[in-house]
């Protein structure tokens, strides 16, 4: 079993970047699978997640700047992140929701001018 996050970067204030989380060793298409973040020093914050069907879900404060999907094919989950803010400076990491797999590396995402 495998989650393998990519696609963040340095991007400055107002950018978008597009995540990626390759998953493998599971049936991907069974699961709710969704996105996470954490700042160092901070526990992790649930950002979006994804059913089976395609219906999503987000945190409050990040409805309409960041959109989730997936491609069941590919085993592959997405997150489109468009106006970036400094605060969303953290590693983003994706799981199944609820979580039942070890956590990947994470991706990288920071947001500075």
């Known amino acids: 079993v495998q989650l393998v996050e990519s696609g963040g970067g340095l991007v400055q204030p107002g950018g978008s970047l597009r995540l990626s989380c390759a998953a493998s060793?599971?049936?991907?298409?069974?699961?709710?699978m969704g996105w996470a973040r954490q700042v160092p020093g901070k526990g992790l914050e649930w950002v979006s997640g994804?059913?089976?069907?395609?219906?999503?879900y987000y945190t409050d404060s990040l409805k309409g700047r960041f959109t989730i999907s997936r491609d069941n094919a590919k085993n592959t989950v997405y997150l489109q992140m468009n106006s970036l803010k400094p605060e969303d400076t953290a590693v983003y990491y994706c799981?199944?929701?609820?979580?039942?797999?070890?956590w990947g590396q994470g991706t990288q995402v920071t947001v500075s001018s």
């Open positions: 799981n199944t929701a609820p979580v039942t797999l070890p």
């Open positions: 060793g599971f049936t991907f298409s069974d699961y709710a």
């Open positions: 994804i059913y089976s069907d395609g219906s999503t």
